[in-house]
């Protein structure tokens, strides 16, 4: 496929970023296999770079709005970032090119990584389509003590998923920010951006050395994405978030499930 629709993609993530507040790193491991043809391993490498990046951006501008919680972005960030760091610094290598064999049939590391990222596009998917028929009634600030020991495992969950995948997940990180840690639905957003800028980027490092890099590409596809945060802020001015949301839930659903359905069925 011609690499000019995976830039056009890679536009397309950052202006759902900035449109509705989340889910377009989802697409950052599809659109690298798909339409860039990179092994799907390196595209995790190369998406924990593009989301942490982009997120970067995202959550400075919620910062200069007073909707980012630093103190809990780095009390959250001491279990996930030293997770994903050690996921991609000494479990992605150790990671066996052929896992098992079912019959005739191969799991490949490269299957494998694939399926699991479908399974978490599904799970995203449904999220986005919950959370948009609900009102955001989270936007007094609660006084709900913090459970530290709970926050922390919920931290090395999350970044171990970050690190296996290279996906943001946003999507989990959210709701553990309102249930959990109190914070209002918009602060819990920008929150969770700025979580996941550091894990993306520390995560990203942890690679250096096991991946053979191509810098000028990764740079190429990060800045498209991060002009379409802000051509999907833009637009997020003039169009309801609500109804986006949910159509693009369904988009990643059935991505989530021609995933699944090419790699084990159609391979």
Request: proline residues 3%.
């Amino acid at each position: 496929m011609h690499p000019v629709f995976g830039y056009l993609a890679s536009a397309l993530i950052g202006i759902s970023l900035g449109l509705i507040g989340g889910g377009g790193s989802i697409l950052t491991v599809p659109v690298m296999v798909y339409l860039f043809s990179v092994n799907p391993l390196l595209a995790t490498s190369y998406s924990l770079f593009v989301v942490g990046s982009t997120s970067l951006v995202g959550a400075y501008n919620n910062y200069r709005r007073g909707l980012v919680s630093i103190k809990t972005g780095l009390l959250f960030g001491i279990s996930s970032i030293a997770t994903v760091y050690l996921t991609r610094k000494y479990f992605i290598p150790a990671i066996p090119k052929k896992i098992a064999t079912i019959g005739s049939f191969v799991i490949t590391e490269n299957i494998m990584t694939m399926v699991l990222f479908a399974i978490l596009m599904v799970m995203a998917s449904l999220s986005m389509m919950r959370s948009g028929k609900k009102k955001e009634t989270s936007d007094v600030v609660s006084d709900k003590k913090i459970n530290i020991p709970k926050l922390l495992v919920y931290g090395i969950g999350i970044g171990f998923i970050t690190g296996l995948l290279g996906a943001g997940g946003g999507f989990l990180l959210i709701p553990t920010l309102v249930l959990l840690v109190g914070l209002p639905m918009k602060e819990a957003v920008g929150t969770s951006l700025f979580i996941i800028a550091l894990n993306s980027l520390i995560g990203f490092t942890g690679d250096l050395g096991h991946f053979e890099i191509d810098w000028k590409f990764l740079i190429v596809v990060t800045l498209i994405a991060i002009i379409g945060i802000f051509i999907g802020g833009w637009l997020g001015k003039k169009i309801h978030g609500d109804k986006l949301k949910k159509g693009f839930g369904w988009f990643v659903l059935i991505m989530g499930i021609y995933i699944i359905v090419k790699e084990l069925w159609l391979h």
